[in-house]
T-cell receptor, first 111, second 113 residues
Framework: DAGVTQSPTHLIKTRGQQVTLRCSPK?????VSWYQQALGQGPQFIFQ???????QRGNFPDRFSGHQFPNYSSELNVNALLLGDSALYLC??????????FGPGTRLTVT | GDSVTQMEGPVTLSEEAFLTINCTYT??????LFWYVQYPGEGLQLLLK?????DKGSNKGFEATYRKETTSFHLEKGSVQVSDSAVYFC????????????FGKGTLLTVNP
């Protein structure tokens, strides 16, 4: 049984560019959450998707947007990248309100 | 709002030493509490959890007890191994759901042989 998978593993972008990160949830899971983990910090909640709708959102600007597809996979989009967006982006999946399982993350570097 | 405070790291121990990592929280209502572990280059793995006061979560020799009166959820292990070296995160979810996890800053544990 594959766990949560994320792509790409690493990504380097330039300030002002746009980026799309992808997540495939664990089999049987229908909910996907995204977190940003800056170096040396704990993960910060960005948003959560359920039934293709954004169910809850953390304190992140509108530059951060997402999408969930009918097969429950999800994308995180970040527009107008800033240096401060450099971080590890973690995807977590769950079955409705049950415990969240995390993927290995995508390391984004903005130069 | 919700918040989690963990003891500052790094923590360095010798193999077979006793481990305590302190965690206190602020939350509305009755949160669920978690400990996650992050090994180098990997994502987070759920280590243990507790969903109500006085519950004890345990896994792989680690334990933590949900103390509502002191708003704490301290992680303990009686005898650490080199393989326990990792970053440990205390987290909570509140509002009766698991929608959003609020994490502490993490504590780096290094165990020397």
């Amino acid at each position: 049984d594959a766990g949560v998978t994320q792509s790409p593993t690493h990504l380097i972008k330039t300030r002002g560019q746009q980026v799309t990160l992808r997540c495939s949830p664990k089999s049987g899971h229908d909910t996907v959450s995204w977190y940003q983990q800056a170096l040396g910090q704990g993960p910060q909640f960005i948003f959560q998707y359920y039934e293709e709708e954004e169910r809850q959102r953390g304190n992140f600007p509108d530059r951060f947007s997402g999408h969930q597809f009918p097969n429950y996979s999800s994308e995180l989009n970040v527009n107008a990248l800033l240096l401060g967006d450099s971080a590890l982006y973690l995807c977590a999946s769950s079955f409705t309100n049950y415990e969240q399982y995390f993927g290995p993350g995508t390391r984004l570097t903005v130069t | 709002g919700d918040s989690v405070t963990q003891m500052e790291g790094p923590v360095t121990l010798s193999e077979e030493a006793f481990l305590t990592i302190n965690c206190t929280y602020t939350a509305t209502g009755y949160p669920s509490l978690f400990w996650y572990v992050q090994y180098p280059g990997e994502g987070l793995q759920l280590l243990l959890k507790a969903t109500k006061a006085d519950d004890k979560g345990s896994n792989k020799g680690f334990e933590a007890t949900y103390r509502k009166e002191t708003t704490s959820f301290h992680l303990e292990k009686g005898s650490v191994q080199v393989s326990d070296s990792a970053v440990y995160f205390c987290a909570l979810s509140s509002g009766g759901s698991n929608y959003k996890l609020t994490f502490g800053k993490g504590t780096l544990l290094t165990v020397n042989p």
